[in-house]
């Protein structure tokens, strides 16, 4: 399954992330110009581990389907980081989801406050520079 979208949601003492599909391009409709198209995404997988510092809570969900995967204390015992965390999530989304890392070609990040970035952009050095400018703004969540 190539070309997966990861979205992360980073947290101060969280982390949230979902794997997606695109799939092939729609039209989006008469109200827009005709030769106009969206490329939908499917959900594939989607995890949400919290309290990473204290007693981690971990659960794992493949696609929609209405049962997740929990985990007890004794498999986030190596959870004590947002860097172990996503690791957790990496492990599970191999053994569970049967998804390689290698298929992931592109990665989103939501950030707390992008300052006058008022649509998604490329974290580059200079963006990367503008939003490090604006950490004060939302302390706990300057970790980028």
């Known amino acids: 399954m190539a070309g997966l979208i990861l979205a ?32 939908p995404v499917v959900l ?12 981690p809570k971990f659960s794992f969900r493949v696609g929609d ?11 986030v015992q ?3 980081d947002h860097t172990t965390a996503f690791a957790h ?13 290698t298929d992931i070609l592109y990665v989103c990040h939501r950030i707390v406050h992008g ?5 998604p952009v490329v974290i580059d050095k200079e963006t990367y520079h503008h939003i490090e400018q604006l950490s004060n703004l939302a302390p706990l969540y300057a970790r980028l």
Do not use: C, M, W
């Open 8 to 39: 992360v949601n980073s947290g101060s003492s969280s982390l949230k992330i979902s794997v997606f599909s695109l799939t092939s391009p729609q039209p989006r409709g008469p109200v827009d110009r005709p030769d106009s198209e969206i490329t």
């Open 44 to 55: 594939i997988a989607s995890s949400s581990i919290t309290s990473i510092f204290s007693s």
């Open 65 to 75: 389907r209405p049962s997740q995967r929990q985990t007890n204390t004794a498999d």
């Open 78 to 80: 190596s959870i004590h």
């Open 89 to 101: 999530f990496l492990d599970n989304l191999k053994n569970y989801a049967n998804i390689d890392t």
């Open 115 to 119: 300052g006058d970035f008022h649509e």
